[in-house]
T-cell receptor, first 115, second 112 residues
Framework: ETGVTQTPRHLVMGMTNKKSLKCEQH?????MYWYKQSAKKPLELMFVYNFKEQTENNSVPSRFSPECPNSSHLFLHLHTLQPEDSALYLC??????????????FGPGTRLTVL | TQLLEQSPQFLSIQEGENLTVYCNSSSVFSSLQWYRQEPGEGPVLLVTVVTGGEVKKLKRLTFQFGDARKDSSLHITAAQPGDTGLYLCAGALSQGAQKLVFGQGTRLTINP
């Protein structure tokens, strides 16, 4: 148990569906991250939020829409996805993007399958 | 271009053997972390190294940061089946860097 929870753990959706992934951290951290992990690529950073403000968008397609209502919660809204978007989506948090050595604590991930 | 190169990418050995995994780069990192990820789970932080030449031990795991802070190694002594997993190194290019640079991972299998 790392203090970062993600729901759902598994999600199957059609290309026309709209769904959302949820992440919650119980560590008192101020920075939160979304990553994509697929079989053939290293961890790909998608978005970074620091104190609820988006500070990084790593050229992510607009069919992925993040939302960070507060420092403890992070959402990833999905719409009109493509089959190649099927992957493990990981949420992580850290104390602060400025302080510390960048140690990140990951949730268990959501395994997404797009049909 | 992969900033952090891990080798080997796959390793399958027998229980009780020793092994070393390498993480190399041409870039200097202010800190480097090692994570282990088990199937169906997220990566779990094992250690952070910040000083060139630093060595840290975690039971049977020994982590070393290169003198020039461009590379790192993970050595496992007397590997156990419970060591099986994906090992990831990740570096911060500067203190306070927003992003970690991840290696592609080493998938380790320890056979009983």
């Amino acid at each position: 148990e790392t203090g970062v929870t993600q729901t759902p753990r598994h999600l199957v959706m059609g290309m026309t569906n709209k769904k959302s992934l949820k992440c919650e951290q119980h560590l008192g951290h101020n920075a939160m991250y979304w990553y994509k992990q697929s079989a053939k690529k290293p961890l790909e950073l998608m978005f970074v939020y620091n104190f609820k403000e988006q500070t990084e968008n790593n050229s992510v397609p607009s069919r992925f829409s993040p939302e960070c209502p507060n420092s403890s919660h992070l959402f990833l809204h999905l719409h009109t996805l493509q089959p190649e978007d099927s992957a493990l989506y990981l949420c992580a948090s850290s104390q602060d993007v400025v302080a510390g050595y960048g140690e990140q604590f990951f949730g268990p991930g959501t395994r997404l399958t797009v049909l | 271009t992969q900033l952090l190169e891990q080798s080997p990418q796959f390793l399958s050995i027998q229980e009780g053997e020793n092994l070393t995994v390498y993480c190399n780069s041409s870039s200097v990192f202010s800190s480097l972390q090692w994570y282990r990820q088990e199937p169906g789970e997220g990566p779990v932080l094992l250690v952070t190294v910040v000083t060139g030449g630093e060595v840290k031990k975690l039971k049977r795991l020994t982590f070393q940061f290169g003198d020039a802070r461009k590379d790192s190694s993970l050595h496992i002594t007397a590997a156990q089946p419970g060591d099986t997993g994906l090992y990831l190194c990740a570096g911060a290019l500067s203190q306070g860097a927003q992003k970690l640079v991840f290696g592609q991972g080493t998938r380790l299998t320890i056979n009983p």
